[in-house]
């Protein structure tokens, strides 16, 4: 989840999610994966969240390693984060 810098547009958004829709075709580990805006229901979320499903440890390494995951994240993405926190869990 990322709350976005002071500033950050919503045409800077549009980007990151057209970025984001790209993903599952590059990358086969990809399970289910959504993103998207805050629906603004409560003051203090985040503004923005990704969650991906993956089957695995490594399919999450390669996930998080992709070259193309990691121009997204340095070109797009990290310049607008205020604070972004993350959790990976086993769903049993």
Known sequence: MFRWKDGT???QVDAIEAALGTL???????????FGRDLD?????FDFCVVADLDDEDAWATYRDHPVHRRIIEELIAPHVDTRVAIQYAIT
């Open 9 to 11: 547009t919503d045409e």
């Open 24 to 34: 599952p075709g590059e990358i086969p580990e990809l399970g289910d994966y959504h």
């Open 41 to 45: 229901l409560v003051n203090a979320n």
